[in-house]
């Protein structure tokens, strides 16, 4: 079985990729050609704001505002130690430091009074100056942003929400990553809305930040392309990569809802086995996209052991919080006790298949594996 099968999403659009496709070869606009700022459109229009800028991955979608925000050897960058490593990594390679924030073990996503509290520590310890705040859609719910917006702001720092895995979930009504001052996402192919290769786009209402970041994407180049007025990158997402993405884009709404009958299927199951200690739970007024379906055990090694005897993967989101991985040491601030609830949830958590097209024999299958496991 597949984790995430791409194959059925594209038998069923692919005349319509094959002639988008097509029709980039025609042009040979291959670089910002006019799918480019089609999707562009399309995408803020979708999100509820007024600027999209498209990018290379969504790692630069992460980079290019914390470049933009210009941060400096001593200016602290709360995050949480529980997603993937390009969240920190931006930080540190935008020049800041990363300093992590425990979890809440609902939704895996920052712990907002955890926030308060770090930044109070670090505010008094004075060694560090606060400048941002990175929450992760984690597994693709949003964090909770009415919490965490007012105590950033109350302090002065901005907020880039971390939205690789949440594009068009939604918080309270708002679609993602519409929130914070600035919202980051990934089309790499696996994210809920994918594209053929790498891609991401940054989403804001702040005219002169998404000017900045227009710049930066294509080596901080001036109104005068040979005067080039930013360090940037080359940052920009392939003509084709946004024509593909626009012909997606036409069945994404659906494929949203269809997410969400996979995610009811299977809470309806797995609810009644024992031996989970922990099935997603949306709080009630999100609507998550399901980039991971992830559940806890404290007998993952056996569930794990008699899934891949069924051929059923079953991936770890995340092994290692960041703080305890090689690269982070010496560049993120930690706080030495640990945090518990990251470290704990590493220790139970695992993946289960999921994707749009899912059929209910293979849940009932996966589910009987685990119910089996005892
Ligand atoms: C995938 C992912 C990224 C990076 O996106 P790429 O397009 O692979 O560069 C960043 N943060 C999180 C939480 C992710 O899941």
């Not at 971390?162 to 980051?184: C, N």
């Not at 569930?303 to 079953?314: V, W």
Request: hydrophobic letters at 40%; proline letters at 6%; a negative charge.
């Amino acid at each position: 079985m597949q984790f995430i099968d791409l194959k059925t999403q594209q038998e069923r659009i692919r005349p319509q990729i094959d002639a988008a496709i097509q029709r980039v070869l025609e042009h040979g606009r291959y670089i910002m050609g006019p799918e480019v700022f089609e999707l562009e459109k399309v995408l803020a229009e979708f999100v509820g704001v007024e600027h999209c800028v498209s990018c290379s991955s969504g790692t630069d979608a992460l980079l290019l505002p914390l470049m933009a925000y210009d941060l400096g050897s001593t200016d602290a960058v709360f995050t949480t130690p529980f997603t993937f490593f390009a969240t920190p990594e931006a930080i540190a390679l935008a020049g800041g430091v990363p300093v992590f924030v425990d979890i809440d073990p609902d939704t895996y996503n920052m712990n907002s009074v955890k926030l308060l509290e770090t930044i109070e520590a670090v505010e008094s310890e004075g060694r560090l100056t606060p400048r941002g705040v990175v929450p992760v859609d984690l597994f693709g719910v949003p964090a909770d942003y009415d919490e965490i917006i007012p105590i950033a702001k109350e302090h002065g720092l901005f907020v880039l929400t971390d939205s690789a895995q949440s594009f068009g979930a939604e918080y309270k009504g708002r679609r993602m990553p519409g929130l914070g001052d600035v919202g980051a996402t990934s089309f790499f192919p696996a994210k809920p809305l994918g594209c053929y290769g790498d891609g991401g786009a940054i989403f804001t209402n702040d005219s002169e930040l998404a000017g900045t970041m227009r710049s930066m994407r294509v080596h901080g180049q001036g109104e005068d392309k040979y005067n080039n007025v930013h360090i940037g990158l080359n940052g920009r997402l392939d003509t084709l990569q946004a024509a593909i993405l626009l012909e997606k884009m036409k069945i994404y709404p659906e494929e949203i809802d269809l997410r969400q009958k996979v995610a009811r299927m299977y809470i309806e199951r797995l609810g009644a086995i024992a031996s989970l200690s922990r099935i997603p739970n949306i709080p009630d007024d999100c609507r998550s996209v399901f980039a991971q379906f992830c559940i806890e055990s404290d007998r993952r090694t056996v569930i794990q052991a008699a899934l891949e005897a069924a051929d059923i993967p079953s991936p770890i989101y995340y092994a290692k919080p960041m703080h305890k991985l090689d690269a982070m040491q010496g560049v993120a601030y930690s706080d030495p006790a640990g945090f518990p609830v990251a470290e704990g949830a590493s220790e139970r958590i695992f993946a289960l298949p999921f994707h749009p097209y899912l059929s209910e024999n293979d849940i009932d299958r996966i589910v009987e594996v685990i119910a089996d496991c005892g």
